[in-house]
């Protein structure tokens, strides 16, 4: 069966017409779920245990399968359950709308497009979560989502969805949007909670500060991701059994998917989660329509710029189980991985912020690593020393290979300064991030840089020759 | 009542709690919470349990007194915990021994608590490995100005290198060029190039001292220690640290360039610029101080002192001290002649004619010297209070550094300076004839140059010139307290030893030797000649002092109940 669209969260996103104000939310339905959570009564079991509404929702949330859309792909069920209950504290939710990770722009079609879909999951969300007050941290680069979040806001307000005894339910929440600081790292959410405090967006070491317990303001914390947030709406409006139908096993639901980089079609594009391949998503003529003509595929960045690289023609082996319960190992072309969290993961990459980057043969694969290791020596917060100086030497080390300053051992050079920076060595991911593309372009693509920084050297000891020949 | 309910009532407390675990291979028991950086019981952390099994984990950024930060990445090991079965029991091996799941990911010693069972594992190649990848990471930016820089010698980026380091570098790119010489504040300089971004001195002068002064700014490895624009880092406490960067990146203005490290001989003593009494130890090098730093006593300062304290030695090596023992005449200028003189003038002294002004500068056996002779003598007694500015954290408003002391031993009137006015009354009216002082100038506290002159015998001892000493008949030419041994007892009644470390300039003398041998001349008998000897008498005879000796006085002091009896 080909792969379609399914589209859930952005729903109406794009249909002509379909405008961002309160109205027409409501026209499609909006805040009909928030009703239906805020009504629930207490449920008895059949075990004899009576359940609040409030664990109800978090059980349809756990029930659904939901994992983040932020990068992790954490279960959304079990982080809620990790949450300090009982510490008298008052419990955070903040959205996470930094989305800064290259090559991914789903977020902010939510946003623009259809704010109160954020809302009223975020609104669901702190209700089964004994939320009072919740923040939207927005992108600092996102100046008219801001806004147009803020009038989402008071239009919510104004219609009794926010603020006090909502729906005179007995439920108070305030939302509050703020504008993030302008850098990538504002976006992990321990260095967002820093920055939402106002300081320096420092990741925060874990232990002992786990969001859910000791988040912000040394306060019990969610982060969830704008898109994961919203799912939760989904998630109550159709019952969590009914929405772990979609996708498949341990990779529930639905997921935008933005597709950018050297094909026919890029765009956004929502698909139930492992319904399509790589393949599929890159050449079907309903996604990305393939390559640009007399183009070959040569590298995919399947989540995101911090995900490692799949080359083209790669053969991954993935484990899986027969109808018989044995283990099976099924090989299979890199572009026949189904686009989920788990297969990507066990493809030695990640599915990431669903962002897949697609480089044509055209790419100097050399250049394309420099940029984004730029990008990481630029974003880098500077706080933990192996990713604070590699991702600067990595960075510097590759403007001088795109810039003839290579040497026959760079390739080399590269992979180990990169493998001293990963695998909990840093404080954030950003230490993987940064390190990663480098390992596996370095790694897959040797050859390619290895000759890079050869010629570099040949023809500067060609030069010297005739240098001193004259 | 329910069983459970009556159960509890009758539980004895429970003992602490403790966690065993095994730091490479050797079994460690550690209580379950320790103190962290105020104080409070938190979980104990990896790098706590290697020091209780003796395996000292290199660090720079932790410090046990400030907020752990954990951005170094230096102590980072590896671990495992007992693998739990479905049952949540652990899961033993055949001969009986816990199986271990060992992490696949290292963490950080210096925030990672404990856990029962767990084994940590902090010299494993794979560790090593790690720590030569942060220092090469440290090094690879760091200028390597070390012939030149005040920090080599006591430079953790240098004793690491030792151990972790590699003698040849791969990196040949451009280093990362950062602000040198930077006029951080009035006493600290900062060279940004050096700074290996730890954030001690960030979280001491916010967490410690509660101000916000410095900071970071720029990203990544361009990454910069700052002050607010326009703001000067310049609080009482700024030179700490310079103590606690571990490279050459903060220095003190007053001590940089000036000597190498390795070549100060170090003494340890105790800060007289305030009732604190921070102890510290002295820099010297041939007779010239070259700095204090504060010296780790958990029940006084700490780690800490602060800046007033440490830069208050310069006065010691004035031009001006009093260096000559003066008698009445010209000609009486030694020590014995000076001391006979005086001996002969105070020795038919009746009651009520003698007056010691003391001083709450000097060491307990000087004042309880001085407590003999006034017994001997019928002099009546006082010191003169200092007060100043003081704070909540070291700084005590009291300048003096042995108040206490004065007070226990009796010299003090209560409160201190309250007889300077019967001083005063006794002089003009002709009933006080001899009046002695200690290292004040009572010409500022209301015994006028008109009012000395009416004095048969003024005696004034000090280090320094001053109007007293000046009009004085008698001059006895005393030490600095790094120039002596002793002990001062602090404001919370702590009893601590001073030690000499430098020599005092020409024929000046520890207050205590030639008090001993003016006493003896007047009664008699000897005091003891050394400081242990006169200690102790002071311990068996002033009760204040009861069951104190010098020797139990270590180098951290003792601390004595302030009313006795309490
Ligand atoms: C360097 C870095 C940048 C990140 N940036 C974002 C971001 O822009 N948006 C986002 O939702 N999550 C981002 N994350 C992931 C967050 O830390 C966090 O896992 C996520 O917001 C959790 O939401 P979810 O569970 O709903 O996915 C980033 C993580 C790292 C390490
Ligand atoms: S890994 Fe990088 S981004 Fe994360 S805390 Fe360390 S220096 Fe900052
Ligand atoms: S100046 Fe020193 S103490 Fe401060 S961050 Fe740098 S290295 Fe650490
Ligand atoms: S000592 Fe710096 S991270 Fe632990």
Redesign the interface.
């Given at each position: 069966m080909p792969a379609v669209e399914h589209r859930l969260i952005l729903k109406h996103a794009d249909t002509p017409g379909y405008t961002p104000d309160l109205a027409c939310y409501q026209r499609h339905g909006g805040y009909d779920v928030l009703k239906k959570a805020l009504a629930l009564a207490p449920k008895t079991t059949p075990d004899g245990k009576t359940l609040s509404p409030q664990e109800q929702l978090r059980q349809e949330v756990t029930t659904s399968g939901l994992r983040g859309r932020g990068g992790a792909g954490f279960s959304c069920g079990m982080k809620w359950s990790l949450v300090d209950r009982k510490s008298g504290k008052p419990i955070y939710l903040v959205c996470n709308a930094d989305e800064s990770e290259p090559g991914t722009f789903k977020d902010r079609q939510i946003i623009y497009k259809d704010p109160h879909q954020l809302l009223e999951g975020m609104i669901i969300s702190s209700f089964a979560n004994d939320v009072r007050l919740a923040y939207i941290y927005i992108r600092g680069e996102f100046v008219e989502g801001a806004k147009i979040l803020n009038r989402a806001i008071a239009e919510a307000r104004a219609a009794g969805f926010l603020g006090r005894n909502i729906l005179a339910a007995g439920f108070d929440l305030e939302i509050h949007v703020h504008r993030g600081a302008g850098?990538y790292i504002c976006g992990e959410e321990t260095g967002l909670i820093e920055s939402l405090e106002g300081k320096?967006p420092y990741p925060r070491?874990k232990?002992?500060y786990f969001p859910a317990v000791l988040g912000l303001y040394q306060c019990p914390t969610i982060v969830n991701n704008v898109e994961t947030l919203c799912h939760v709406k989904h998630i109550v409006a159709m019952g969590g059994a009914e929405y772990a139908k979609l996708g498949t096993p341990n990779n529930t639901g639905t997921r935008i998917v933005c597709l950018s980089g050297q094909v026919q079609r890029p765009g956004y594009f929502e698909v139930e989660v492992g319904k399509a391949t790589l393949r599929e998503i890159i050449f079907d003529p309903a996604f990305g329509g393939g390559l640009r003509d007399g183009r070959k595929l040569k590298t995919i960045i399947p989540g995101g710029v911090s995900s490692k690289v799949f080359k083209a023609g790669e053969k991954v082996k993935l484990k899986g189980r027969g109808p018989d319960g044995k283990e099976t190992v099924n090989e299979l072309d890199v572009l026949d991985l189904p686009y989920d969290f788990t297969s990507l993961m066990a493809a030695g990459s990640m599915s990431g912020s669903g962002a897949v980057i697609v480089l044509d043969d055209s790419t100097d694969i050399v250049a394309a690593l420099a940029n984004i290791s730029t990008f990481f020596?630029?974003?880098?917060?500077?706080?933990?020393?192996?990713c604070?100086?590699?991702?600067?030497?990595m960075s510097?080390?590759l403007d001088?290979l795109t810039h003839g300053g290579g040497?026959a051992q760079d390739a080399d050079?590269l992979a180990?300064i990169a493998d001293?920076i990963p695998?909990?060595?840093?404080?954030c991911a950003f230490g993987e991030a940064c390190s990663w593309p480098v390992q596996s372009f370095v790694g897959k693509f040797k050859d390619e840089f290895a000759a890079k920084g050869a010629a570099d050297q040949a023809r500067r000891q060609n030069n010297g020759q005739a240098a001193t020949k004259t | 009542m329910s069983e459970a309910a009556t159960a509890k009532v009758f539980k004895p407390a429970p003992p602490v709690d403790r966690i065993t675990v095994k730091v490479d291979g050797q079994v460690v028991v550690v209580p379950k919470l320790s103190p962290d950086w105020q104080g409070k019981l938190v979980p104990t952390t990896m790098i706590q349990a290697c020091e209780a099994a003796g395996v000292t984990i290199p660090h720079y950024c932790y410090h046990p007194q400030l907020p752990v930060a954990g951005n170094c990445r230096m102590c980072l090991v590896e671990f495992g915990t007992p693998a739990l079965g479905p049952d949540r029991k652990p899961v033993t091996n055949p001969d009986g021994s816990a199986v271990i799941n060992k992490s696949p990911r290292p963490a950080i010693a210096c925030a990672t608590p404990v856990s029962p069972g767990m084994e940590i594992y902090a010299n494993t190649p794979g560790v090593k490995a790690m720590r030569q990848g942060v220092l090469e990471f440290l090094l690879i930016n760091h200028p390597l100005d070390c012939p030149i820089c005040d920090q080599a010698g006591e430079c953790k980026l240098q004793e690491y290198s030792v151990e972790y380091g590699q003698s040849a570098t791969r990196f040949v790119e451009a280093k990362v060029h950062k602000p040198k010489a930077v006029d951080l504040g009035p006493r600290i300089m900062l060279d940004d190039e050096r700074c290996i971004l730890c954030t001690r001195c960030i979280r001491f002068t916010r967490d410690f001292v509660g101000d916000d002064a410095l900071g970071i700014v720029n990203r990544g490895s361009y990454n910069t220690i700052a002050t607010y624009p326009g703001h000067k880092f310049d609080n009482n406490y700024t030179l700490n640290t310079v103590d606690l960067c571990p490279v050459g990146a903060l220095t003190s203005k007053d001590f940089r360039f000036e000597m190498r490290v390795w070549f100060l001989r170090e003494t340890k003593s105790v800060c007289p610029s305030c009732g604190t009494g921070c102890n510290l130890l002295i820099g010297s090098r041939e007779n010239r101080i070259y700095r204090y730093t504060p010296r780790d006593n958990p029940a006084v300062n700490g780690p800490w002192m602060c800046d007033a304290g440490r830069l208050d030695y310069k006065w010691i090596a004035r031009d001006d001290r009093l260096k000559d023992a003066r008698g009445s005449r010209p000609e009486v200028r030694t020590w014995r002649d000076v001391l006979a003189e005086l001996a002969g003038r105070l020795r038919p002294a009746t009651a009520g004619s003698v007056a010691i002004v003391a001083s709450a500068r000097l060491t307990n056996e000087e004042l309880y010297l001085i407590r003999k002779l006034a017994q001997r003598l019928g002099a009546a007694t006082d010191t003169i209070p200092h007060l100043g500015d003081g704070d909540r954290l070291l700084v005590n408003a009291d300048k003096n550094p042995n108040t206490a002391g004065a007070r226990l031993l009796g010299i003090s009137a209560k409160p201190a300076g309250a007889n300077l006015n019967d001083f005063a009354a006794g002089i003009r009216d002709g009933l006080i004839k001899t009046l002695i002082v200690f290292r004040e100038d009572v010409t500022r506290f209301g015994l006028g140059a008109d009012l000395l002159g009416r004095l048969d015998t003024l005696v004034a001892s000090n280090v320094l010139p001053n109007e007293t000493t000046k009009l004085a008949h008698f001059v006895l030419p005393g030490c600095a307290p790094a120039e002596k041994r002793g002990s001062f007892t602090n404001i919370h009644g702590r009893v601590q030893r001073i030690t000499k470390a430098v020599e005092p300039p020409g024929d000046a003398r520890p207050e205590w030797e030639f008090l001993g041998e003016l006493l003896e001349l007047i009664t008699d008998r000897r005091a003891p000649a050394t400081i242990e000897g006169l200690f102790n008498q002071m311990a068996g005879e002033v009760p204040a002092f009861h069951g104190l000796r010098w020797a139990a006085l270590g180098d951290s002091g003792v601390t004595m109940p302030l009313e006795p009896g309490k």
């Open positions: 850098a320096r070491i232990p002992p020596a630029h974003e880098s917060c500077g706080q933990c020393t192996p604070r100086e590699g991702s600067l030497w510097k080390a001088r040497r050079y180990k001293n695998g909990g060595r840093t404080i | -």
